[in-house]
Antibody, heavy 115, light 112 residues
Framework: QVQLKESGPGLVQPSQTLSLTCTVS????????VHWVRQPPGKGLEWMGR???????SYNSALKSRLSISRDTSKNQVFLKMNSLQTDDTGTYYC?????????WGQGVMVTVSS | DVVMTQTPVSLSVSLGGQVSISCRSS???????????LSWYLQKPGQSPQLLIY???NRFSGISDRFSGSGSGTDFTLKISRVEPDDLGVYYC?????????FGSGTKLEIK
């Protein structure tokens, strides 16, 4: 069955770099787009960026200067790296599969930016 | 960016009742390919969002027919009939027609 699972550190210091991994199963990264979406505590959803099935990427312009998305198809993994983290980057980070809508979501990983 | 305006912010409904949630986009969501990429999601307390409806009116696999989506262009509606306790949570609309993808601010459904 289709599954996505985010992993990464729960705590990041201000100004440091966040590195997250989305490990997928049940589908191929060369057939579906995968998005990263984040959610500050108690707030709404913010689209961060996308890894397209063909390897192309798109980013939210508000984050573009700090954000990088890559993948390793042999490991079924999509990676997110975001630098210069600040406290307002605190939240839950999700990866999702795109099938005309985000049809499957990971469980999310809570990231706290704090010293 | 496409702004998604969702109303109301919150709803309180009795079990068995019916509710409607509105979502309006600042631009038409009709893609060049003719599809309209408007989705509805439910985020239950403590859980990840789950897809309910995609491309305006298509129910995702396993979603009850109590959920229905309608609309076109810039104006969309989610209707929930015969509300059950498990329906509580925050409902979001989201558009996938134009990048960046954007979401409404959410509608919190409470059960009376």
């Amino acid at each position: 069955q289709v599954q996505l699972k985010e992993s990464g550190p729960g705590l990041v210091q201000p100004s440091q770099t966040l590195s997250l991994t989305c490990t997928v199963s049940g589908f191929s990264l060369t057939s579906y787009n995968v998005h990263w979406v984040r959610q500050p505590p108690g707030k709404g959803l913010e689209w961060m960026g996308r890894m397209r099935y063909n390897g192309d990427t798109s980013y939210n312009s508000a984050l573009k200067s700090r954000l990088s998305i890559s993948r390793d198809t042999s490991k079924n993994q999509v990676f997110l790296k975001m630098n210069s983290l600040q406290t307002d980057d605190t939240g839950t980070y999700y990866c999702t599969r795109d099938s005309g809508g985000s049809d499957y979501w990971g469980q999310g990983v809570m990231v706290t930016v704090s010293s | 960016d496409v702004v998604m305006t969702q109303t109301p912010v919150s709803l309180s409904v009795s079990l068995g009742g019916q509710v409607s949630i509105s979502c309006r986009s600042s631009q038409s969501l009709v893609h060049n390919n003719g599809n309209t990429y408007l989705s509805w999601y439910l985020q239950k307390p403590g859980q990840s969002p789950q897809l309910l409806i995609y491309k305006v009116s298509n129910r995702f696999s396993g979603i009850s027919d109590r959920f229905s989506g309608s609309g076109s262009g810039t104006d969309f509606t989610l209707k929930i009939s015969r509300v059950e306790p498990d329906d509580l949570g925050v409902y979001y609309c989201g558009q996938g027609t134009q990048y960046p993808l954007t979401f409404g601010s959410g509608t919190k459904l409470e059960i009376k």
